[in-house]
C-alpha cells in the first residue's frame, strides 16, 4: 500500500450517502429558525390590546383627516380665520348649525362667583 | 439550490423581509463545505451532525453582529471552526488540552470508516489526526478549503507567518508518518 500525497489526495475514508449533507444542511437551517421563532416571547394580552386600541385611533383619526379632503369640503383652520378681512365674513361663511353651536353658550352662563352651596 | 454572491446574500440577511431566505441560501452556498470542514475537525458523523446544528444556530443568531469586516465565507468558517473546537474542549479532562485527543479521534476514525474503507485513505488521515491542532486546522483549511493564509488567519485569528510555519511543519510530518507507516 502507497499511502502519500499524490495517491491519496482530497479523498475522505469517511463516505455519505449522496444527498446526505444537503439534507442535513436544509434540516438544520430550519431547525435554527424554528428555535429561534419559538424563543422570541409572545406578546402579553394587555400589550396586544393597547396595540389594538391605539390603531383603531389613529385609522379613526385618518379618516376624520382625509375623508373630508375627499368628499371636496373645506376645512376651516385658525389660519384661514384669521388671515380673513373681517369677523362678518367668517360669519356669513359659516352655515345655520354652525352658528348655532356658537350661540349655544352665553357668558350668562359661566359662573362668576364660586358657590359653596351649590357644589355638586 | 439558486447560487448568489455574497454581497446580495448580505444585502439579504440585512433585510428583516429576506432574512430567513437568505439565511438559506447562504447555509445552501456554504453548508456542504462547512460540513466537510467539522467533519475533518471531529472525525465522528453525529459530532459532525450536532455541531453543523450548533453552527447554523449561530450563524443565524449572529447575522445582525456581522459587521462585514470579513468575508461572509470567513464568518461562517469561524462560526464552525470555534463550534467544532468547543466540543473536542467537552472532550478533554481536567486541564487535558485537545491535542491530547489524538488517539480517541484515531479510534473513532477506524470506526467510522469500516472495514471496506481504503487503506491508504484512513492512513493519510491517521497522519492528519496526529498533529497538533493548530498544524491540523492550518493543513486542512489550506489543503483540502484551498484557503488563502490571509483569510485561514481570520477564521483561526492567528498570524499568516505562524500558519505558513504551522501547515509546513503539518506537511513534513504526514510525510514522515506515511512512510513509516506504509507497508
Known amino acids: 500500500m502507497k499511502a502519500d500525497f499524490e495517491t491519496v489526495g482530497k479523498r475522505l475514508p469517511y463516505k455519505e450517502t449522496e444527498g446526505y449533507v444537503d439534507d442535513l444542511v436544509a434540516r438544520c437551517a430550519d431547525r435554527a429558525i424554528a428555535s429561534r421563532d419559538a424563543s422570541r416571547p409572545a406578546r402579553p394580552f394587555m400589550r396586544r390590546v393597547g396595540i389594538a386600541v391605539t390603531s383603531m385611533a389613529a385609522a379613526l383619526l385618518a379618516a376624520a383627516v382625509i375623508f373630508p379632503a375627499i368628499s371636496g369640503g373645506s376645512v376651516t383652520t385658525v389660519e384661514a380665520i384669521a388671515q380673513s378681512s373681517s369677523l362678518g365674513d367668517v360669519l356669513s361663511s359659516m352655515s345655520n348649525d354652525e352658528l348655532a353651536a356658537i350661540d349655544y353658550y352665553s357668558f350668562d352662563d359661566i359662573p362668576t362667583e364660586y358657590d359653596e352651596n351649590n357644589e355638586q | ?183
Open chain 2, 1 to 183: 439550490m439558486e447560487q448568489i454572491d455574497d454581497e446580495q446574500l448580505v444585502a439579504m440577511l440585512r433585510s428583516p423581509i429576506q432574512r430567513d431566505r437568505g439565511y438559506r441560501l447562504l447555509l445552501g452556498k456554504y453548508g456542504s463545505r462547512l460540513y466537510w470542514h467539522i467533519r475533518r475537525i471531529v472525525v465522528g458523523h453525529e459530532d459532525a451532525e450536532d455541531v453543523m446544528q450548533e453552527t447554523a444556530i449561530n450563524i443565524l443568531a449572529g447575522i445582525d453582529k456581522f459587521e462585514q469586516k470579513s468575508s461572509l465565507s470567513t464568518w461562517v468558517y469561524r462560526i464552525a471552526t470555534n463550534e467544532a473546537l468547543r466540543l473536542l474542549r467537552r472532550r478533554t479532562g481536567f486541564l487535558q488540552s485537545i491535542d491530547s485527543l489524538g488517539e480517541v479521534l484515531v479510534e473513532k476514525l477506524e470506526d467510522e470508516a469500516g472495514m471496506d474503507a481504503d487503506a491508504a485513505e484512513v492512513l493519510f488521515q491517521k497522519a492528519l489526526l496526529q498533529l497538533p491542532t493548530q498544524q491540523r486546522l492550518a493543513f486542512n483549511l489550506r489543503y483540502y478549503d484551498e484557503m488563502p493564509y490571509e483569510e485561514i488567519a481570520k477564521v483561526t485569528g492567528k498570524n499568516v507567518n505562524t500558519l505558513k510555519t504551522n501547515y509546513h511543519f503539518a506537511v513534513n510530518k504526514i510525510k514522515n508518518y506515511l512512510k513509516e507507516h506504509s507497508l
